[in-house]
């Protein structure tokens, strides 16, 4: 209806244009009628055309728009653009979400987490950070009280990402979300650390990740995404091993590991020493493993890891993802997973492409 409207005030923009060049087509009608029938036919064929150019370009601008639409794991999302857990916290942070396909919550868990305090962040070269931030947060029944009806404002999906320390605790984090309406899905993290195995993480092994997924989905109805840690030795075996579980789709990768050091006092940056490393910096390893488990589920993929800009999303879904999620670009500027959004869009515009699917894959076939 929207497109119709604007479809119509461009129509009637012309015709004001149109009326002007008629009045003075007129007041020339004294000196010559040949010059006027010249002037009118001039106009006639400029005004139809500029009407008919206006009104066919804002149908294609439609077009690709529509055909930007994509549906991962059942939740219908206006473009395949996401902004990634953490990034935009629970809604607290500056965010344009008016282009995106779906926003993803910090991590939510089953009682209030007031995650690390200081040194928690470490700004490094080129758009790079290193955080140890912790999973800070109100509580997944606070969140459903407090948060999520203001949250639910936005009118864009929201994903609530979701951290145990057990699996029983995932369960019962994704049987209290199961009820609001207003929860699109689930992202089930196993990056979590495993208390009952000495604080290894869940995704580290394939069964115990197997056993993560089956226990939510007993526990929930929702469409449910499992993000996955990079920091194994063979991501496909996790991938494989949640698919057969009853994952609808994988998100990849969380951070990497990884430390600073400030040279004046020869500590580390951060406190505790490691951090989660994101940034540009980890976007090959991303497109690597995205394009392994590409290779390894048929789950739709949602890539992630030092997207910028509209070249660098491209890139993975050349490798085979079918959405992508922006994370620690959105500290520099809250507005950039509009602009991949708009710069998909003059790509399929600039290309002649009516759907990603025509690009989605293109540098598997090399091996």
Known sequence: MHSLKKLFTEALQITEVAKVICLCGKSLIIKNRNTLVGFLGCALCVGFGQTF?????????????????????????????????????????????????????????????????????????????????????PGVRDFIKDILPKLSEEGVPIIANICGGTIEEYAELAKLLDTPRSVAGLEVNISCPNVAAGGMAFGVSPEIGARVVEAVKKSSRKPMIVKLTPNVTDITKIARAVEIAGADAISLINTLQGMDVDIESGRSTLDPVFGGLSGPAIQPISLRMVYQVRKAV??????????????????????????????????????????????????????????????????????
């Open 53 to 137: 150019a206006m009104l066919g370009s804002s149908v294609d601008r439609a077009r690709f728009a529509s055909n930007l639409k994509t549906s991962i794991a059942g939740i219908m999302m206006k473009a395949p653009v996401l902004i990634g857990s953490g990034a935009y916290g629970f809604g607290d942070q500056p965010s344009d979400c008016s282009k995106i396909g779906a926003f993803v919550t910090k991590g939510l868990t089953l009682e209030r987490c007031i995650g690390n305090c200081s040194h928690v962040y470490s700004r490094l070269p080129h758009g790079n950070m290193l955080n140890s931030v912790g999973l800070k947060n």
């Open 298 to 367: 048929k789950i739709p993929l949602i890539g992630m890891g030092g997207i910028t800009t509209t070249e660098d999303a491209l890139k993975f879904f050349m490798v085979g993802a079918d959405a992508v999620a922006i994370c620690s670009a959105l500290y520099n500027d809250p507005s950039v997973a509009g602009k991949v959004v708009d710069g998909l869009f003059a790509y399929m515009e600039q290309k002649g492409i009516k759907s990603l699917e025509e690009i989605k894959g293109a540098a598997l076939n090399q091996e």
